[in-house]
């Protein structure tokens, strides 16, 4: 097993940083990159309810 | 959604098309049933699917006026006037945020309807035609909403070609989409299908430009499990009563009423075993791509249509949609002759051939039928 000690103080850095992100982001809500390009205003809350293919079927099959 | 319209948030709701059924008048009868329901729900906006063209565009029209659908199509025109044949966009307002919604059809999707006039589509390419759309919908839209009907892999090569779409709804397609996902900064969904799921999610548009901001999806299966509206439940109960006694109707005008309960139609094959080279006739004769034909054509459960195109559909033990008797689809052998467990008994023929070809070949059906020209298309 590597320990931090034994690494070089720029690796040391690099592996305290790619740790930091791993918590970070099982943290976090999902933040999507197609909000990444954020405005100034504020968020609105919206519900999305979608179907698709319902093809005559009043019930499933089965 | 009773338990979504309850929390008291804006709500979208939108469909990614093929709404109706397969062509045929049955499924007709239950499209109009179900589009009555779909105008109850509430939709926001519906995507043109291929199939929803399977009735006829009078037919659309009609169930979009009765029931209030919000149908939405961009790329799908008259091929007599060239004009789109729907709304090109809907905007709907939530929240403060302006929401337009454009639906796009796949042009490798074929279209054929069973209205009585020929009709013909003209579809052009989605992306051309998104990309012209895009900029005029957006100077009346703060976010867009794009009902996809092309399947999940054209979804995602027309994202990776089309900018501004904030949100995607793949219609044409069997698979869920069970988590966030992303194409090209466009938040992608999919709930499949034949209304056994519904897919949800949550959304934080940014107000001032309409972008998403975050996702959180779920996908919830309409099984048992979901509990049923007793409102809705009772009039699919009865719309199902309703629906028997329409079939029982169309096929009490063709009753099974000749013939004998005691004797049985063999299928072609066991004539075979005597009669091969007239059976080889038969194999090249139109008789023997009859119920293609109709089935092509979504007319496989038609009583007007299966009188004529199965063996003794009005006989006792002739053609059913059920094993057995679904053997006898086609013009076979004792469609003309009779039935084989007659012949096999006692060697004649129970019916005079000749007499048989004008129950079918009638001037409705056959206006141009002359015995002497016809019989030699399936001499034997």
Known sequence: MIKLKDLTGALRLMSLALVLAFVISAIAPVVLPAGARAGEGTWQDLVLLYTTDIKGKIEPCG | ?380
Not at chain 2, 18 to 47: C, V, W
Not at chain 2, 149 to 157: D, I, K, P, R, S
Not at chain 2, 227 to 232: F, I, L, P, R, S
């Open chain 2, 1 to 380: 959604m009773d338990g979504v319209w309850s929390e008291e948030r804006p709500v979208l709701v939108v469909d990614g098309g093929d709404l109706f059924g397969p062509r045929n008048k049955n499924e007709k009868h239950q499209s109009t049933f179900l589009a009555e329901m779909t105008g109850e729900l509430g939709y926001d906006a519906i995507a043109l699917g291929e199939r929803d063209l399977n009735y006829g565009l009078p037919f659309l029209l009609e169930m979009i006026e009765k029931f209030d659908l919000p149908f939405t199509n961009a790329n799908v025109r008259s091929g007599k006037t060239g004009e789109l044949i729907l709304p090109e966009f809907l905007v709907v307002e939530r929240s403060g945020i302006r929401i337009g919604i454009v639906s796009v059809l796949d042009p490798r999707q074929k279209i054929i309807s069973m209205a009585a006039s020929e009709e013909v589509y003209q579809v052009d390419e989605p992306v051309a035609v998104l990309r012209e759309l895009l900029p005029r919908l957006r100077e009346k839209a703060d976010s867009v909403v794009l009902l996809a009907h092309l399947g999940e892999q054209a979804t995602g090569e027309l994202l990776n070609e089309v900018k501004g779409i904030d949100m995607c709804v793949i219609g044409h397609t069997s698979r869920n989409i069970n988590a966030e996902r992303v194409i090209n900064d466009t938040a992608v969904f999919a709930a499949a299908f034949e209304g056994r799921y519904i897919g949800r999610a949550n959304l934080f548009i940014d107000d001032a430009d309409g972008r998403v901001m975050a996702i959180d999806v779920g996908i919830t299966a309409l099984n048992e499990e979901v509990a049923n509206d007793e409102q809705m439940l009772a009039r699919v109960e009865q719309f199902k009563v309703d629906l028997l006694e329409f079939k029982t109707a169309k096929r009490a005008e063709y009753p099974r009423t000749m013939g004998s309960e005691k004797e049985t139609y063999l299928g072609d094959r066991a004539c075979m075993a005597c009669h091969e080279d007239a059976w080889k006739v038969y194999l090249d004769s139109p008789h023997r791509s009859a119920f293609a034909t109709i089935r092509n054509k979504g007319q496989s459960f038609e009583p007007e249509c299966l009188s004529c195109h199965t063996t003794g559909y009005r006989f006792k033990n002739g053609y059913s949609d059920e094993s057995p008797y679904n053997k006898l689809a086609n013009v076979q052998c004792e469609a003309c002759h009779g039935y084989g467990s007659q012949h096999a008994r006692d060697n004649k023929w129970v019916a005079q051939a000749k007499d048989s070809c004008t129950l079918c070949h009638d001037q409705k059906n056959s206006p141009e039928f002359d015995y002497a020209t016809y019989w030699e298309k399936i001499k034997h």
